[in-house]
T-cell receptor, first 113, second 115 residues
Framework: GQNIDQPTEMTATEGAIVQINCTYQ??????LFWYQQHAGEAPTFLSY????GLEEKGRFSSFLSRSKGYSYLLLKELQMKDSASYLC??????????????FGKGTKLSVKP | EPEVTQTPSHQVTQMGQEVILRCVPI?????FYWYRQILGQKVEFLVS????????KSEIFDDQFSVERPDGSNFTLKIRSTKLEDSAMYFC?????????????FGDGTRLSIL
């Protein structure tokens, strides 16, 4: 089966650092994506990892360990506008796949002053 | 920045009626997708489309669902006979290629409410 787990909710303070974890068990693996989704809006692409290690993009970084089936999204210098849901999604690898994504339930992050 | 556009933003339909959700993918993108998100739940894959045919579909995408690219710009999702459990936000997405690192860009969604 396919399973992606993330914490349901997290709270952090403006200016702080927060780490959102994601673990996955999928039939295959062709990369892991992180998306940001503000309430009532579309998911917006943040990052992609396919090799082990850390990918940094401004205030956001994403880490992957394929052997552990684990990723995290690190948000630095938190701003109020970072309050949103963060979705972990895996692109599995099996016959005929053209890139569909399997999503976790998302982590709702609340940033407080 | 180019974006995926979806219409309508909100559709209210009686159970049993047909509904068509419309999407205009980003112009140079070749791969198209439909996802749905039931309120409070995770985003779920429905179907992927490339080269004018379905590439893959999930168990959710049964005979009541169909997709079409009627012209060079639109990509539609039709639900033939809607059920109460079809109420959800439906997202269209597109990607420039099928390579594994190509992100999918999502539209703002159509909220479908079945009465």
């Amino acid at each position: 089966g396919q399973n992606i787990d993330q914490p349901t909710e997290m709270t952090a303070t403006e200016g702080a650092i927060v780490q959102i974890n994601c673990t996955y068990q999928t039939s295959g693996f062709n990369g892991l994506f992180w998306y940001q989704q503000h309430a009532g809006e579309a998911p917006t692409f943040l990052s992609y990892n396919v090799l082990d290690g850390l990918e940094e993009k401004g205030r956001f970084s994403s880490f992957l360990s394929r052997s552990k089936g684990y990723s995290y999204l690190l948000l630095k210098e938190l701003q109020m506008k970072d309050s949103a849901s963060y979705l972990c999604a895996v692109r599995p690898s099996y016959g005929g796949s053209q890139g569909n994504l399997i999503f976790g339930k998302g982590t709702k992050l609340s940033v407080k002053p | 920045e180019p974006e995926v556009t979806q219409t309508p933003s909100h559709q209210v339909t009686q159970m049993g009626q047909e509904v068509i959700l419309r999407c205009v993918p980003i112009s140079n993108h070749l791969y198209f997708y439909w996802y749905r998100q039931i309120l409070g739940q995770k985003v779920e894959f429905l179907v992927s489309f490339y080269n004018n045919e379905i590439s893959e579909k999930s168990e959710i995408f049964d005979d009541q669902f169909s997709v079409e690219r009627p012209d060079g710009s639109n990509f539609t999702l039709k639900i033939r006979s809607t059920k109460l459990e079809d109420s959800a936000m439906y997202f269209c997405a597109s990607s420039v290629g099928g390579a594994f690192n190509q992100p999918q860009h999502f539209g703002d969604g159509t909220r479908l409410s079945i009465l």
